[in-house]
């Protein structure tokens, strides 16, 4: 029996790493994508076929799907959109084209790679699309207004397309992890740096406080943080259950924060969230 195949991107670490070696476990063949060509070369190496894809680079997208649709003989039974990065600082220090550039990774590209898959898996009879979103893409943080954007952006439009995907045989769903193991918090620093001048912010005490010592300490795992093994087994129901949930919470906080969203005012929830 030809072994059912799944897209991952953003597999150089974290999530979308462990997905790839998950998946690979449970009897799938994997294409594990990355946006470098050496994160690549290196997941060959672990014995995965790599196409190269960056959210920022259309042409990549394209033809990294290609590759895997060469490979499987034009058919795809699941993608996974995961890679993505994060850029903290006030909103108001924020340049619009930081905004513009954080859209192209987390958002944009994830829209062209899915409008490209969404032709192969209606012609196949089946699909599955899973939309790695976050907490963050239903509650909103402070300091993280240009990675929340990017997120309430994507749920917004995974929802519309899960509607309008109701009468075809393709399942649209959602992931929203909260804190998980990963390299996340590294990554953002580039982006911190190139981006935010925080020196000359009205802030820049609270930078000087809070946020730099948060974004270039270590300071061990967060209190609910769980391994991205977590969110692979969610992975694996989104992708092999019957009939997938439409979304799936990831850790502790994820469900607290979607039943305060809930049951609280928009200033209960407010005071609590500028307090954690």
Known sequence: MTRKSILITGCSSGIGYAAAHGMRAAGWRVFAACRAEADCDRMIEEGFDSPLIDYDDANTIHAGLAEVLDATGGTLDALFNNGAYGMPGAVEDLPTDALRAIFETNFFGWHELTRAVIPVMRAQGHGRIVQCSSVLGFVAFPWR?????????????????????????????????????????INAIPHFERWIDWEASAKADAYRALLRERLYEDNGPDKFELPPEAVVRKLRHAVEARRPHPRYFVTTPTYIAAFARRILPTRALDWLLTRT
């Not at 997120?151 to 929203?176: F, G, H, N, Q, S």
């Open 145 to 185: 207004g240009a990675y929340t954007s990017t997120k309430y952006a994507l749920e917004a439009l995974t929802d519309t397309l899960r509607m309008e995907m109701r009468d075809t045989p393709i399942d649209v769903i959602l992931i929203e992890p909260g804190p998980v193991t990963s390299k996340f918090r």
